[in-house]
């Protein structure tokens, strides 16, 4: 199981980003898929999960109305559209996968991809 995550960079305030989860080595319809960031200092935490198998999405408070999660099952890839980005989004976000829905809840995920680094400036 590999997870490839990409896309971060230097956006100022109100920008916009799309993160991608390139996945491969299992059954995309069948794993949930979530975005996960820690801040410097702070602890990870969950930011939108999917479930690709009835496209159930989660999203944190602290991003409602702003991201967007969505996939592409040909390409067997997830994506974090992120608008209106603030400084507190500032963060290394990663993407994991995991069959049960539940673990990508409690950040409890099977596989983790690598970071990607979001950096909102003021």
């Known amino acids: 199981v590999q997870l490839q995550a990409s896309g971060g960079g230097l956006v100022h305030t109100g920008g916009s980003l799309r993160l991608s989860c390139a996945t491969s080595?299992?059954?995309?319809?069948?794993?949930?898929i979530g975005w996960f960031r820690q801040a410097p200092g702070k602890e990870r935490e969950g930011v939108s999960c999917?479930?690709?198998?009835?496209?159930?999405?989660h999203y944190a408070d602290a991003v409602k109305g702003r991201f967007t999660i969505s996939r592409d099952t040909a390409k067997n890839t997830v994506y974090l559209q992120m608008n209106s980005l603030k400084p507190e989004d500032t963060a290394v976000y990663y993407c994991?996968?995991?069959?049960?829905?539940?673990?990508?809840?409690?950040?409890?995920?099977?596989?983790w991809g690598q970071g990607t680094l979001v950096t909102v400036s003021s």
């Open positions: 994991a996968a995991d069959p049960k829905l539940g673990k990508i809840l409690n950040s409890n995920a099977d596989y």
């Open positions: 999917l479930s690709t198998w009835n496209d159930i999405t």
């Open positions: 080595g299992f059954d995309f319809d069948d794993y949930a």
